[in-house]
């Protein structure tokens, strides 16, 4: 490829681009989003010494290693924004309702476990913070057995994740008592302590295909926030169809503030709090 003259993308070609962005990971991207996509697929052409963006979606659909592409390409498109302790009356539900109420079920059946997952973990955020309430709510300590496992498309974010290192903003809405007891100094920040990766997992998968990954009917609560808003309705209705199939009966389902089922489907409740919408699975 001449460097002087960079190659434009067409709007057919645009269009063809997005279309596989979403039916590769479920993800919807707006025309606000072109320039920006556009400049990122630019420095992907010269790696691969294309001519034009009609070679790189030929390469991408076609080419032997294109499953390492898309991995790149993903890590180009998703948005990672998040920090500890997110949209805290949601966290304030799962602890003073949620949790206590699922202890009590389960010694009524005398099951031990509790399984969460986080679809759409990011940076690993979220998981530590469930972690922390998980350990505070004092539910479920001694012979319990409690996982929390983030899931999350991208591998590079994952690999984050399991470091288990943060700095800055992520701490930005953070009770210091949680950075006290929880974290320990490092050279590059803070790390979470062994307490809390005692009972954190993390997995690299694409939550429209979590079946592939958790078995059914064994997760207690699933959180998916920050992640929907960015998927058509289809994607919506089969992420969170997936979601109903790895849930325990009346397990429930906690979305993001901004993110809603009513339209999409009704497999499951919503139920209302100051502040709150959960969604518990129907039996
Ligand atoms: C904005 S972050 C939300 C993080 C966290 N849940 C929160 O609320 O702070 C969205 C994450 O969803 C992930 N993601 C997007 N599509 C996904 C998919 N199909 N499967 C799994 N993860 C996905 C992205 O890689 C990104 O890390």
Redesign the pocket.
Known sequence: MNSHVKPLIRPDEMRLFKEYITEL???VLDKNNEGLLTNKLLPRLEGLSLASFADYYAYLKYAPRRKDEHKLL?SLV??????FF??EPQLRVLSEVVLPALKEKKLKCGERKLRIV??????G??VYTLAMLVIESGCFLWDWDVEIRG????PQ?IERAKSGIYSGRAFQATPTHYIDRYFRKCDEGLKVKDILTRITRFTE????ELEQIIEEQTVDIV?????LI?FNDESIKR?VHGFANVLLPEGHLFL?HSESLSRITCNYIPVRFPGAIIYKKRD
């Open positions: 990971f479920g993800l993903l998703t948005n990672n924004e998040t920090y997110r949209e986080s679809a759409g973990c990011s940076s955020e979220e899931v999350d498309i991208d974010i998968g694409n939550l429209l959180f998916c926030r920050n992640v960015y992420g993001g």
